[in-house]
């Protein structure tokens, strides 16, 4: 008996979260890699700006403008790497081919894998956001608790982009290669270099259809506002779905098994 590809059954969805994460259990140097290269990274970029000269006319200490957006960038490009790279193994592997000749259905297994990685995605987002806040000084206008919020919806928008890329790739480096195609293109129009207003209008118009976008515009919220802000809400509600759309477009151009 073959399974339909839109429902979703909880017990299933529960038990494949649980078999991905002690999969990623068994693995300790990858769950390193996934929760500690932010913590790095964000380490290296805190040196890299305590020695650079101020510029008099920003209030805005550099670091806390460049790194509450990367707290924010650097989740999601890491868990779609990550993302992308497993699903494809197991596809290849025949695991997936297994699976799906049960009652389980594609969203099933995706949504499974979409909550063990967010799992996942939320241990990195508390360590990077914490050692950024407490360890590092950053300082932002709001809460940190916003910054942990929207840092997690972006490893999760990761997630939900690296499964759908997986279903184009058949090998784990066609899956590597989709990072310049998905993963760069936002991270050069999501107003971290150039603010978007500045931008030719055709690339603005561009960057009004990249999730990343609205990721880095909810964090520059935090960043400048005491409160939540209407904007911020509505960042964020896109965010969560385009991960949804990401996922259900997953399920529906999965292959059983890659050739």
Same mark, same amino acid.
């Given at each position: 008996?073959?399974?339909?590809?839109?429902?979703?059954?909880?017990?299933?969805?529960?038990?494949?979260?649980?078999?991905?994460?002690?999969?990623?259990?068994?693995?300790?140097?990858? #769950?390193?890699?996934? #929760?500690?290269?932010?913590?790095?990274?964000?380490?290296?970029?805190? %040196?890299?700006?305590?020695?650079?000269?101020?510029? @008099?006319? #920003?209030?805005?200490?550099?670091?806390?403008?460049?790194?509450?957006?990367?707290?924010?960038?650097? @989740?999601?490009?890491?868990?779609?790497?990550?993302?992308?790279?497993?699903?494809?193994?197991?596809?290849?592997?025949?695991?997936?081919?297994?699976?799906?000749?049960?009652?389980?259905?594609?969203?099933?297994?995706?949504?499974? %894998?979409?909550?063990?990685?967010?799992? $996942?995605?939320? #241990?990195?987002?508390?360590?990077?956001?914490?050692?950024? %806040?407490?360890?590092?000084?950053?300082?932002?206008?709001?809460?940190?608790?916003?910054?942990?919020?929207?840092?997690?919806?972006?490893?999760?928008?990761?997630?939900?982009?690296?499964?759908?890329?997986?279903?184009?790739?058949?090998?784990?480096?066609?899956?590597?290669?989709?990072?310049?195609?998905?993963?760069?293109?936002?991270?050069?129009?999501?107003?971290?270099?150039?603010?978007?207003? !500045?931008? @030719?209008?055709?690339?603005?118009?561009?960057?009004?259809?990249?999730?990343?976008? %609205?990721?880095?515009?909810?964090?520059?919220? $935090?960043?400048?506002?005491?409160?939540?802000?209407?904007?911020?809400?509505? !960042?964020?509600?896109?965010?969560?779905?385009?991960?949804?759309?990401?996922?259900?477009?997953?399920?529906?151009?999965?292959?059983?098994?890659?050739?």
């Amino acid at each position: 008996m073959t399974s339909s590809p839109a429902a979703i059954r909880p017990k299933l969805l529960l038990a494949t979260a649980v078999r991905v994460l002690r999969q990623l259990r068994a693995d300790p140097r990858t #769950v390193a890699l996934i #929760v500690m290269i932010p913590v790095i990274l964000m380490v290296l970029l805190y %040196y890299m700006f305590s020695e650079a000269p101020r510029n @008099p006319m #920003v209030p805005v200490d550099p670091f806390d403008r460049v790194g509450t957006v990367m707290l924010g960038i650097l @989740p999601f490009t890491t868990m779609f790497l990550i993302t992308s790279i497993a699903m494809l193994r197991e596809r290849r592997s025949g695991t997936l081919e297994r699976l799906l000749t049960t009652p389980m259905s594609r969203l099933d297994l995706l949504g499974g %894998y979409g909550i063990a990685f967010s799992v $996942v995605a939320a #241990v990195q987002a508390v360590l990077a956001v914490g050692v950024s %806040y407490w360890l590092l000084g950053l300082d932002v206008a709001g809460s940190i608790g916003w910054v942990f919020l929207i840092a997690m919806l972006d490893a999760m928008l990761g997630v939900g982009l690296g499964l759908l890329a997986s279903a184009f790739a058949q090998t784990e480096f066609q899956a590597v290669q989709f990072m310049p195609i998905v993963v760069i293109p936002q991270l050069f129009l999501c107003g971290l270099f150039v603010a978007r207003n !500045d931008l @030719p209008g055709w690339m603005e118009g561009l960057s009004l259809a990249m999730p990343l976008t %609205y990721a880095v515009q909810g964090l520059q919220e $935090v960043a400048t506002h005491t409160s939540a802000t209407g904007l911020m809400w509505r !960042d964020m509600a896109i965010i969560l779905a385009c991960t949804i759309v990401a996922l259900t477009l997953a399920a529906a151009t999965l292959k059983r098994r890659t050739p």
